[in-house]
Protein backbone atom coordinates (compact mmCIF):
# COMPACT_ATOMS: atom_id res chain seq x y z
CA UNK A 1 0.00 0.00 0.00
CA UNK A 2 1.30 3.30 -0.80
CA UNK A 3 1.59 5.81 2.17
CA UNK A 4 3.25 8.93 1.35
CA UNK A 5 2.76 11.35 -1.66
CA UNK A 6 4.38 11.49 -4.67
CA UNK A 7 5.27 15.35 -3.90
CA UNK A 8 6.66 14.00 -0.17
CA UNK A 9 8.72 11.75 -2.01
CA UNK A 10 10.91 14.37 -4.49
CA UNK A 11 12.15 16.15 -1.59
CA UNK A 12 15.22 14.92 1.51
CA UNK A 13 16.00 16.01 5.10
CA UNK A 14 17.44 19.17 4.67
CA UNK A 15 21.19 18.25 4.76
CA UNK A 16 22.10 20.90 7.43
CA UNK A 17 19.43 19.44 9.61
CA UNK A 18 20.68 15.81 8.73
CA UNK A 19 24.49 17.21 10.36
CA UNK A 20 23.13 19.13 12.38
CA UNK A 21 21.52 15.29 14.33
CA UNK A 22 24.83 13.94 14.04
CA UNK A 23 26.68 16.47 15.63
CA UNK A 24 23.97 16.45 18.53
CA UNK A 25 24.31 12.99 19.12
CA UNK A 26 27.82 12.79 19.40
CA UNK A 27 27.57 16.07 21.86
CA UNK A 28 25.22 14.05 23.85
CA UNK A 29 27.77 10.93 24.12
CA UNK A 30 29.65 14.26 25.84
CA UNK A 31 32.54 14.48 22.55
CA UNK A 32 33.80 18.23 22.24
CA UNK A 33 32.98 19.24 18.80
CA UNK A 34 34.05 22.54 16.83
CA UNK A 35 30.54 22.98 15.35
CA UNK A 36 30.85 25.04 11.89
CA UNK A 37 27.75 23.03 11.15
CA UNK A 38 24.61 25.03 11.50
CA UNK A 39 24.21 28.02 9.95
CA UNK A 40 23.11 30.27 12.88
CA UNK A 41 24.29 33.65 14.67
CA UNK A 42 26.19 33.15 17.58
CA UNK A 43 24.98 36.27 19.15
CA UNK A 44 22.43 36.80 21.83
CA UNK A 45 19.38 38.08 20.66
CA UNK A 46 19.55 41.92 21.38
CA UNK A 47 17.94 43.07 25.17
CA UNK A 48 15.54 45.59 23.13
CA UNK A 49 14.10 42.86 20.97
CA UNK A 50 13.37 40.40 23.28
CA UNK A 51 12.59 43.04 26.13
CA UNK A 52 9.74 44.18 23.58
CA UNK A 53 8.17 40.08 23.54
CA UNK A 54 8.43 39.62 27.12
CA UNK A 55 6.03 43.32 27.41
CA UNK A 56 3.80 41.57 25.02
CA UNK A 57 3.54 38.39 26.58
CA UNK A 58 2.93 40.64 30.01
CA UNK A 59 0.14 42.72 28.17
CA UNK A 60 -1.29 39.21 26.97
CA UNK A 61 -0.77 40.33 23.36
CA UNK A 62 -0.90 36.43 23.27
CA UNK A 63 -4.21 35.52 20.96
CA UNK A 64 -4.57 35.00 17.22
CA UNK A 65 -4.03 37.83 14.87
CA UNK A 66 -4.40 38.77 11.25
CA UNK A 67 -3.20 35.99 9.11
CA UNK A 68 -0.85 38.21 7.35
CA UNK A 69 0.64 40.08 10.57
CA UNK A 70 -0.65 42.67 12.50
CA UNK A 71 -0.69 46.22 10.50
CA UNK A 72 2.09 47.91 12.95
CA UNK A 73 4.85 44.66 11.70
CA UNK A 74 3.86 45.17 8.41
CA UNK A 75 4.34 48.93 7.77
CA UNK A 76 7.14 48.64 10.17
CA UNK A 77 8.66 46.38 7.86
CA UNK A 78 7.70 48.27 4.80
CA UNK A 79 9.54 51.34 6.13
CA UNK A 80 12.56 50.08 7.03
CA UNK A 81 13.09 48.75 3.34
CA UNK A 82 11.81 51.84 2.04
CA UNK A 83 14.70 53.41 4.50
CA UNK A 84 17.55 50.83 3.64
CA UNK A 85 17.00 50.69 0.12
CA UNK A 86 14.59 53.00 -1.37
CA UNK A 87 11.73 50.68 -2.14
CA UNK A 88 8.03 52.03 -1.90
CA UNK A 89 6.38 48.88 -0.49
CA UNK A 90 2.81 49.27 1.24
CA UNK A 91 1.52 47.52 4.08
CA UNK A 92 -0.84 45.49 1.91
CA UNK A 93 2.11 44.41 0.07
CA UNK A 94 3.81 42.68 2.89
CA UNK A 95 3.28 39.23 4.24
CA UNK A 96 4.49 38.83 7.75
CA UNK A 97 5.71 34.80 8.29
CA UNK A 98 6.81 32.46 10.57
CA UNK A 99 10.60 32.35 9.60
CA UNK A 100 12.09 33.34 5.94
CA UNK A 101 12.02 29.65 4.77
CA UNK A 102 7.90 29.85 4.78
CA UNK A 103 7.91 32.81 3.21
CA UNK A 104 10.10 30.98 0.10
CA UNK A 105 8.16 28.06 0.62
CA UNK A 106 4.49 29.81 -0.04
CA UNK A 107 6.07 32.64 -2.43
CA UNK A 108 7.10 29.31 -4.45
CA UNK A 109 3.86 26.97 -3.65
CA UNK A 110 1.75 30.17 -5.18
CA UNK A 111 4.28 30.79 -8.26
CA UNK A 112 5.58 27.49 -9.55
CA UNK A 113 3.10 24.83 -10.96
CA UNK A 114 3.97 21.33 -12.71
CA UNK A 115 6.91 21.52 -15.36
CA UNK A 116 7.81 25.53 -14.95
CA UNK A 117 11.30 26.21 -14.89
CA UNK A 118 12.87 28.11 -12.19
CA UNK A 119 16.51 29.14 -12.41
CA UNK A 120 18.73 28.40 -9.68
CA UNK A 121 22.25 29.95 -9.64
CA UNK A 122 24.84 26.75 -8.11
CA UNK A 123 26.27 26.59 -5.67
CA UNK A 124 22.50 27.10 -3.74
CA UNK A 125 20.83 27.16 -0.21
CA UNK A 126 20.07 23.79 0.10
CA UNK A 127 16.26 24.35 0.34
CA UNK A 128 15.74 25.95 -3.08
CA UNK A 129 16.29 22.88 -4.85
CA UNK A 130 13.62 20.47 -2.56
CA UNK A 131 11.23 23.46 -2.08
CA UNK A 132 11.25 24.12 -6.12
CA UNK A 133 10.66 19.80 -6.78
CA UNK A 134 8.11 20.30 -4.07
CA UNK A 135 5.80 22.31 -6.13
CA UNK A 136 6.56 20.17 -9.19
CA UNK A 137 8.67 23.03 -10.56
CA UNK A 138 11.86 21.53 -12.59
CA UNK A 139 15.08 23.25 -11.47
CA UNK A 140 17.48 24.72 -14.26
CA UNK A 141 20.79 25.11 -12.46
CA UNK A 142 23.18 28.16 -13.54
CA UNK A 143 26.84 27.13 -12.51
CA UNK A 144 28.76 29.92 -11.21
CA UNK A 145 32.36 30.14 -11.61
CA UNK A 146 34.67 29.18 -8.52
CA UNK A 147 37.87 31.16 -10.43
CA UNK A 148 35.48 34.11 -10.56
CA UNK A 149 34.36 33.88 -6.55
CA UNK A 150 30.90 32.36 -7.75
CA UNK A 151 29.92 35.53 -8.63
CA UNK A 152 26.39 35.29 -10.73
CA UNK A 153 25.94 37.50 -13.39
CA UNK A 154 22.76 38.85 -15.92
CA UNK A 155 24.28 37.18 -19.24
CA UNK A 156 24.44 33.98 -17.00
CA UNK A 157 21.12 34.13 -15.86
CA UNK A 158 19.70 35.23 -19.43
CA UNK A 159 21.55 32.51 -21.20
CA UNK A 160 19.42 30.27 -18.79
CA UNK A 161 15.95 31.42 -19.91
CA UNK A 162 13.55 29.61 -21.91
CA UNK A 163 9.84 29.83 -23.16
CA UNK A 164 8.91 27.57 -19.74
CA UNK A 165 10.93 30.00 -17.34
CA UNK A 166 8.38 31.04 -14.63
CA UNK A 167 11.19 32.23 -11.37
CA UNK A 168 14.57 33.26 -11.21
CA UNK A 169 16.00 32.39 -7.71
CA UNK A 170 19.07 34.74 -6.45
CA UNK A 171 20.27 35.10 -2.63
CA UNK A 172 22.70 37.28 -2.72
CA UNK A 173 24.96 37.39 -0.32
CA UNK A 174 24.97 33.26 -1.16
CA UNK A 175 24.80 30.69 1.20
CA UNK A 176 27.06 28.48 1.02
CA UNK A 177 29.62 31.08 -1.33
CA UNK A 178 29.05 34.13 0.18
CA UNK A 179 29.05 35.57 -3.32
CA UNK A 180 27.36 38.87 -3.64
CA UNK A 181 25.69 39.83 -7.04
CA UNK A 182 27.15 43.16 -8.11
CA UNK A 183 24.73 46.30 -7.76
CA UNK A 184 25.18 46.48 -11.49
CA UNK A 185 24.62 42.56 -12.21
CA UNK A 186 21.08 42.57 -10.04
CA UNK A 187 19.56 45.37 -11.88
CA UNK A 188 20.04 43.94 -15.04
CA UNK A 189 19.04 40.28 -13.84
CA UNK A 190 15.33 42.58 -11.79
CA UNK A 191 15.56 44.34 -15.47
CA UNK A 192 15.35 41.19 -17.23
CA UNK A 193 12.98 39.64 -14.98
CA UNK A 194 10.62 42.39 -15.98
CA UNK A 195 11.66 42.26 -19.51
CA UNK A 196 10.49 38.40 -19.83
CA UNK A 197 7.47 38.70 -17.41
CA UNK A 198 9.29 36.63 -15.14
CA UNK A 199 9.24 36.62 -11.39
CA UNK A 200 12.92 37.43 -9.25
CA UNK A 201 12.45 35.18 -6.40
CA UNK A 202 15.16 37.82 -4.20
CA UNK A 203 16.04 35.60 -0.89
CA UNK A 204 17.37 39.04 1.12
CA UNK A 205 18.14 36.85 4.26
CA UNK A 206 21.97 37.83 4.67
CA UNK A 207 21.11 41.34 2.57
CA UNK A 208 22.51 43.13 5.98
CA UNK A 209 25.65 40.94 5.76
CA UNK A 210 27.34 41.75 2.94
CA UNK A 211 31.08 43.01 3.59
CA UNK A 212 31.26 45.09 0.19
CA UNK A 213 30.36 48.51 1.96
CA UNK A 214 27.55 48.53 -0.48
CA UNK A 215 24.37 47.21 0.95
CA UNK A 216 21.99 46.98 -2.23
CA UNK A 217 18.53 45.49 -2.63
CA UNK A 218 16.32 44.41 -5.76
CA UNK A 219 13.74 46.16 -4.29
CA UNK A 220 15.24 49.31 -5.08
CA UNK A 221 14.37 49.19 -9.17
CA UNK A 222 10.89 50.07 -8.17
CA UNK A 223 9.77 50.35 -12.00
CA UNK A 224 9.98 46.36 -12.11
CA UNK A 225 8.62 45.78 -8.25
CA UNK A 226 5.38 43.83 -10.57
CA UNK A 227 7.87 40.93 -11.02
CA UNK A 228 10.28 40.97 -8.02
CA UNK A 229 9.66 39.09 -4.60
CA UNK A 230 11.58 40.12 -1.68
CA UNK A 231 12.53 37.27 0.20
CA UNK A 232 13.40 38.66 4.16
CA UNK A 233 14.56 37.22 7.18
CA UNK A 234 14.67 38.51 10.70
CA UNK A 235 16.82 35.49 11.88
CA UNK A 236 20.29 36.31 10.53
CA UNK A 237 20.53 40.48 10.74
CA UNK A 238 19.12 40.44 14.43
CA UNK A 239 20.18 37.05 15.56
CA UNK A 240 16.79 35.61 15.48
CA UNK A 241 16.85 32.06 14.49
CA UNK A 242 14.86 30.78 16.87
CA UNK A 243 11.69 33.07 16.90
CA UNK A 244 10.95 32.39 13.39
CA UNK A 245 10.61 35.91 11.83
CA UNK A 246 10.46 36.30 8.13
CA UNK A 247 8.39 38.34 5.47
CA UNK A 248 8.10 38.65 2.28
CA UNK A 249 7.31 41.75 -0.27
CA UNK A 250 6.05 41.84 -3.37
CA UNK A 251 3.04 42.38 -5.84
CA UNK A 252 -0.67 42.64 -4.29
CA UNK A 253 -1.67 39.59 -5.87
CA UNK A 254 0.76 37.32 -5.18
CA UNK A 255 1.43 38.87 -1.37
CA UNK A 256 -2.64 37.97 -1.26
CA UNK A 257 -2.39 34.15 -2.02
CA UNK A 258 0.76 33.90 -0.18
CA UNK A 259 -1.38 35.10 2.61
CA UNK A 260 -4.45 32.77 1.78
CA UNK A 261 -2.00 29.94 2.24
CA UNK A 262 -1.18 30.92 5.12
CA UNK A 263 -4.68 30.77 6.21
CA UNK A 264 -5.17 27.26 5.43
CA UNK A 265 -1.68 26.19 7.04
CA UNK A 266 0.18 28.54 10.18
CA UNK A 267 -2.49 31.72 10.31
CA UNK A 268 -0.65 34.20 11.63
CA UNK A 269 3.59 33.75 12.94
CA UNK A 270 3.55 34.26 16.84
CA UNK A 271 1.99 37.24 18.54
CA UNK A 272 4.56 38.22 20.30
CA UNK A 273 7.15 37.10 17.65
CA UNK A 274 5.51 39.95 16.04
CA UNK A 275 5.95 42.73 18.55
CA UNK A 276 9.80 41.86 19.15
CA UNK A 277 10.15 41.84 15.13
CA UNK A 278 9.01 46.03 15.68
CA UNK A 279 11.37 46.66 17.73
CA UNK A 280 13.90 44.85 15.83
CA UNK A 281 13.28 47.03 12.64
CA UNK A 282 11.99 50.30 14.38
CA UNK A 283 14.95 50.09 16.75
CA UNK A 284 18.57 50.86 16.92
CA UNK A 285 20.04 49.75 13.91
CA UNK A 286 24.16 49.62 15.68
CA UNK A 287 23.54 45.89 16.59
CA UNK A 288 23.36 44.93 13.00
CA UNK A 289 26.70 46.93 12.35
CA UNK A 290 28.25 45.73 15.26
CA UNK A 291 27.42 42.07 14.47
CA UNK A 292 28.22 42.77 10.45
CA UNK A 293 32.09 44.10 12.03
CA UNK A 294 32.31 40.74 14.25
CA UNK A 295 31.75 38.75 11.17
CA UNK A 296 34.29 40.36 8.94
CA UNK A 297 36.88 39.49 11.64
CA UNK A 298 35.64 36.37 11.80
CA UNK A 299 35.92 35.24 8.39
CA UNK A 300 39.63 36.71 8.06
CA UNK A 301 40.74 35.16 11.23
CA UNK A 302 39.10 31.30 8.92
CA UNK A 303 41.23 32.49 5.97
CA UNK A 304 43.97 33.40 7.76
CA UNK A 305 43.70 29.88 9.32
CA UNK A 306 42.85 27.89 5.95
CA UNK A 307 46.27 29.54 4.38
CA UNK A 308 47.98 27.07 7.15
CA UNK A 309 46.60 24.20 5.51
CA UNK A 310 48.16 22.84 2.49
CA UNK A 311 45.82 21.46 -0.48
CA UNK A 312 42.98 23.78 0.94
CA UNK A 313 41.91 26.48 -0.98
CA UNK A 314 38.61 29.06 -0.44
CA UNK A 315 37.54 32.24 -2.29
CA UNK A 316 37.00 35.07 -0.16
CA UNK A 317 33.39 35.42 0.84
CA UNK A 318 31.66 39.08 0.56
CA UNK A 319 28.60 38.54 2.71
CA UNK A 320 26.92 35.97 5.10
CA UNK A 321 28.73 33.85 7.06
CA UNK A 322 30.24 31.04 5.36
CA UNK A 323 33.84 29.69 3.71
CA UNK A 324 33.27 27.77 1.14
CA UNK A 325 36.79 25.72 0.55
CA UNK A 326 37.49 23.43 -2.29
CA UNK A 327 38.46 20.33 -0.91
CA UNK A 328 39.31 18.15 -4.34
CA UNK A 329 42.67 17.71 -3.36
CA UNK A 330 41.71 15.85 -0.52
CA UNK A 331 39.29 13.31 -2.77
CA UNK A 332 40.96 9.93 -3.34
CA UNK A 333 43.44 10.08 -0.40
CA UNK A 334 42.84 8.03 3.03
CA UNK A 335 39.84 6.37 1.49
CA UNK A 336 38.08 9.57 0.78
CA UNK A 337 35.90 9.29 -1.95
CA UNK A 338 33.61 12.07 -1.81
CA UNK A 339 32.51 15.65 0.33
CA UNK A 340 29.97 13.91 2.23
CA UNK A 341 32.33 11.31 2.88
CA UNK A 342 35.30 13.69 3.60
CA UNK A 343 32.29 15.17 6.06
CA UNK A 344 31.73 11.88 7.68
CA UNK A 345 34.92 11.48 8.13
CA UNK A 346 36.15 15.07 9.58
CA UNK A 347 33.08 14.49 12.36
CA UNK A 348 34.08 11.08 13.36
CA UNK A 349 37.96 11.21 13.25
CA UNK A 350 38.12 14.93 13.58
CA UNK A 351 34.97 16.17 15.73
CA UNK A 352 34.44 18.86 13.09
CA UNK A 353 31.26 19.35 11.87
CA UNK A 354 30.88 20.66 8.74
CA UNK A 355 28.36 20.60 5.64
CA UNK A 356 29.25 18.54 2.34
CA UNK A 357 28.89 20.64 -0.76
CA UNK A 358 26.91 18.25 -2.82
CA UNK A 359 23.86 19.39 -0.27
CA UNK A 360 24.44 22.41 -2.25
CA UNK A 361 25.04 21.23 -5.60
CA UNK A 362 29.08 21.01 -5.73
CA UNK A 363 30.87 18.09 -5.25
CA UNK A 364 34.30 19.70 -4.45
CA UNK A 365 33.08 21.56 -1.42
CA UNK A 366 32.63 21.62 2.43
CA UNK A 367 30.80 24.93 3.86
CA UNK A 368 31.47 26.34 7.58
CA UNK A 369 29.90 28.64 9.19
CA UNK A 370 31.98 30.99 11.02
CA UNK A 371 29.37 32.20 13.25
CA UNK A 372 31.08 31.12 16.19
CA UNK A 373 33.43 32.48 18.92
CA UNK A 374 37.58 32.75 17.62
CA UNK A 375 38.40 30.59 19.65
CA UNK A 376 36.48 27.90 18.15
CA UNK A 377 37.65 28.62 14.91
CA UNK A 378 41.22 28.48 16.07
CA UNK A 379 40.45 24.84 17.48
CA UNK A 380 38.44 23.85 14.33
CA UNK A 381 41.24 24.67 11.89
CA UNK A 382 43.25 22.97 14.29
CA UNK A 383 41.53 19.77 14.11
CA UNK A 384 41.32 20.42 10.29
CA UNK A 385 45.31 20.85 9.48
CA UNK A 386 45.99 17.94 11.89
CA UNK A 387 43.16 15.64 10.22
CA UNK A 388 44.18 16.94 6.11
CA UNK A 389 48.18 16.31 7.30
CA UNK A 390 47.19 12.84 8.05
CA UNK A 391 45.31 12.47 4.75
CA UNK A 392 48.30 14.01 2.79
N1 LIG B 1 17.44 31.70 3.00
C1 LIG B 1 18.72 31.35 3.17
C2 LIG B 1 19.66 31.53 2.05
C3 LIG B 1 19.14 30.81 4.38
O1 LIG B 1 20.42 30.47 4.54
C4 LIG B 1 18.20 30.63 5.42
C5 LIG B 1 18.59 30.02 6.69
O2 LIG B 1 19.58 29.35 6.82
C6 LIG B 1 16.89 31.03 5.19
C7 LIG B 1 16.54 31.55 3.98
C8 LIG B 1 15.81 30.84 6.20
O3 LIG B 1 15.92 31.56 7.32
P1 LIG B 1 14.74 31.58 8.40
O4 LIG B 1 13.71 30.58 8.01
O5 LIG B 1 15.37 31.25 9.70
O6 LIG B 1 14.19 32.96 8.36
Redesign the pocket.
Known sequence: VKVLTDRINRIEVSATMAITAAALKLKSEGVNLSDFGA?EPHFATPRHIKDAAIDAIEKNFTRYTAVAGIPEVRKAIVDRHACDFGSNYTPEECVFTT????A?FNAIQVLVDHGDEVILPVPY?VSFKDIIQYAGGVVVPVESREDENFRITAKMIEAAITPRTKAIIL?TPS?PSGAVVSPADLEAIVRLAHKNEIYVLL?E??VYLNFTGEIVSGGSFTDCKDHVVILG?L?KTYAM?GW?A?FALGPKQIIGAMSKLQSQSTSNAASMVQRASIAAVHGSQECVGEMRADYIKLRDRVLEGFKTIPGLTCTVPEGAFYVYPNISKFIGKGGVTSATDLAAKLLSEAHVVVVPGEAFGTSEHIRLSYAVSGDVIDEGVKRMREYFAKLA
Open positions: GGGKLLWNNDCYSSTRG
